[in-house]
C-alpha cells in the first residue's frame, strides 16, 4: 500500500537552533513530495515541493527539504528556527494527478 | 481577495439533519478537492473533482454527495448528519498535472449534537 509516514508527532527545538521534521514515503514510480504547514483555525498553506532535479529543494519562510531516493525520505529543514514556525506541518505525496496522501501530521514547537 | 473560501467556517446541528458547505475558487483552476481533518489530525482526501466531473470518491458514504456548477465551486452537501461525522472539513484546488501544490480553504468545523 502506499504511504507517507510521519514518525514524530511532536518536535520540540530551541528558537534559533536548527529544526528537522521527518518524512518518509512509500509510493511507486517516481513521486511528487509536498511540505505544507497550518497554524490553528486554518487551512494548509503550501510550503515547498519535489518534482525533480536537485536534492535539496528551498521553500517559503526559510524553509528546505531534502530528497533522498534510496532512504525514500524527504526531511523538512531550517536552518534557524523561530517561535513563529510553532505549527502543525505535513509530508504529502502525489500520486497522479487527482489524488493525495497526506502524513499524520507533525506538531513543531519552538521554545523562546 | 481569498484564493479558497468556504462557508460556513462553523457549522452546529442535530444528528439526523442535513446540511451543505459552500466553496469557491479565484485561482482559475480545474481540480478541486473535499478533505476530512478529524479530532486527532488526520487528513483523508474524499472527493477529487476536475472540471465539474467527479474523478476520485474514497469510499465515502452515499449521504455525502459533492456538487460542481462550475469549474469554480464545489460544494458538499451531507444527508442524515451522524455524530462521527463532526470533524474539520477543507476545501481545495489545485492546477493542472501531478505536482502542483494544493491551495486550501479555511475549513467549515462540523460539529453534530
Known amino acids: 500500500a502506499q504511504s507517507v509516514a510521519q514518525p514524530e508527532d511532536q518536535v520540540n527545538v530551541a528558537e534559533g537552533n536548527p529544526l528537522t521534521v521527518k518524512c518518509t514515503y512509500s509510493?511507486?514510480?517516481?513521486?511528487?513530495l509536498f511540505w505544507y504547514v497550518q497554524y490553528p483555525n486554518r487551512g494548509l498553506q503550501f510550503l515547498l515541493k519535489?518534482?525533480?532535479?536537485?536534492?535539496l529543494v528551498k521553500g517559503s519562510y526559510g524553509f528546505e527539504a531534502e530528497f533522498n531516493k534510496s532512504q525514500t525520505s524527504f526531511h523538512l529543514k531550517k536552518p534557524s528556527a523561530l517561535v513563529s514556525d510553532s505549527a502543525l506541518y505535513f509530508c504529502?505525496?502525489?500520486?497522479?494527478?487527482?489524488?493525495?496522501?497526506f502524513g499524520t501530521g507533525t506538531r513543531l514547537k519552538v521554545l523562546a | 481577495d481569498t484564493a479558497v473560501s468556504q462557508t460556513p467556517k462553523y457549522l452546529v446541528t442535530q444528528m439526523g439533519n442535513d446540511k451543505s458547505i459552500k466553496c469557491e475558487q479565484n485561482l482559475g483552476h480545474d481540480t478541486m478537492y473535499w478533505y476530512k481533518q478529524d479530532s486527532k489530525k488526520f487528513l483523508k482526501i474524499m472527493f477529487s473533482?476536475?472540471?465539474?466531473?467527479?474523478?476520485i470518491n474514497e469510499t465515502v458514504p452515499n449521504r455525502f454527495s459533492p456538487k460542481s456548477p462550475d469549474k469554480a465551486h464545489l460544494n458538499l452537501h451531507i444527508n442524515s448528519l451522524e455524530l462521527g461525522d463532526s470533524a474539520v472539513y477543507f476545501c481545495?484546488?489545485?492546477?493542472?498535472?501531478?505536482?502542483?501544490?494544493?491551495?486550501f480553504g479555511d475549513g467549515t468545523r462540523l460539529s453534530i449534537l
Open positions: 519535489y518534482i525533480t532535479g536537485d536534492n
Open positions: 504529502a505525496v502525489s500520486l497522479g494527478t487527482y489524488k493525495y496522501i
Open positions: 509510493v511507486s514510480g517516481n513521486p511528487y
Open positions: 473533482y476536475n472540471n465539474k466531473e467527479l474523478i
Open positions: 481545495a484546488s489545485s492546477g493542472a498535472g501531478g505536482g502542483q501544490p494544493q491551495h
